[in-house]
């Protein structure tokens, strides 16, 4: 990669990835509700709007804020991240007590530490934000893992949660860098690019096993769709995804709503990735109206 890329650019790509991002979150999440059947959107029939977010477009509107402000900073988007937290837009149990720790005040490196018996958490929440991330610094994939992995770090201390979010942001600085340059990389070479730069563990293993294969059921099947909503059974699958419809959104969600599972955050991870590569002019314009707006705060950054 041999563009240069100033603020103005940077933060454009991000909230190009985010707007991706966030359809795919709530467009997904209408097929996690009783009544609607992932047939339909085979058929062109979209669930009625509005199409709300989740959690994944709330962390990822908190990353775009904190980047925005210059160089990334990880107190200040843990100390967003637990103010602005809404446990009602889909949280998982464990996130909401790290969160509301951050909140009162507990150190994040302690609050991510301590999760799940010491653990530390390997969901796939650190991965669901991060392809703004990625956009942002599309002008390196070895900054964008490193920045990948500072920024899963502020919740998620496993290995694999780390993994995950490096992986996504690796991805999304590929999809946007082919964007600049005009080259879109063949799917088998995305997947084996990304997974040079994510940690040994299941996460690349995923990827690697994902490189060879060439049909949805199939990788469903064998990568996982986030059922166990971790990072090594969601993001190999979503990534995969992503790299096979990288210039084709709607294809790209509605390979993710008829595999099932995890189906807003793989649809958000998706698309993020490749709303990165396409733009805003590759998200459906019915599929932007359709999804409730983003919080207001966002506006602070020069979001939506």
């Not at 967003?80 to 720790?101: F, K, Q, S």
């Amino acid at each position: 990669m041999s563009f240069t890329l100033f603020p103005g650019t940077r933060l454009a790509l991000a909230c190009e990835s985010l707007a991706g991002l966030s359809v795919g979150d709530a467009l997904g999440a209408q097929y996690l509700m009783p009544g609607n059947k992932p047939s339909a959107l085979l058929e062109s029939r979209l669930p009625e709007p509005p199409w709300e977010w989740t959690d994944d477009t709330e962390e990822a509107c908190c990353l775009v804020v904190t980047l925005a402000e210059g160089e990334f900073d990880r107190d200040a988007f843990a100390e967003r991240l637990g103010r602005l937290h809404d446990p009602y837009r889909g949280y998982g149990p464990g996130a909401v007590v790290m969160l509301r720790e951050i909140r009162d005040g507990l150190p994040w490196p302690i609050a991510a530490a301590a999760a799940f018996d010491g653990e530390g958490s390997c969901g796939n929440g650190a991965a669901m934000r991060a392809a703004p991330l990625g956009a942002w610094h599309a002008d390196s994939l070895a900054h964008a893992a490193a920045q990948g992995a500072r920024a899963a770090e502020v919740t998620h201390s496993h290995p694999e949660g780390i993994a995950g979010g490096v992986a996504v942001t690796v991805a999304a600085a590929m999809a946007a860098a082919g964007r600049l340059d005009g080259h879109r990389p063949e799917p088998a070479q995305f997947l084996r690019a990304v997974a040079a730069h994510t940690p040994a563990g299941l996460v690349r293993e995923g990827l690697l096993e994902a490189a060879a294969i060439t049909r949805a059921d199939e990788a469903a099947h064998r990568l996982g769709a986030g059922a166990r909503a971790l990072a090594q059974d969601t993001v190999p699958f979503a990534l995969w995804t992503a790299a096979r419809h990288l210039d084709d959104y709607p294809a790209a969600i509605a390979t993710c709503v008829t595999a099932g599972g995890d189906i807003d955050t793989t649809a958000a991870i998706a698309g993020g990735v490749v709303a990165a590569h396409t733009g805003l002019d590759g998200i459906p314009a019915e599929w932007l109206s359709a999804r409730e707006p983003l919080p207001p705060w966002l506006a602070s950054a020069g979001g939506e």
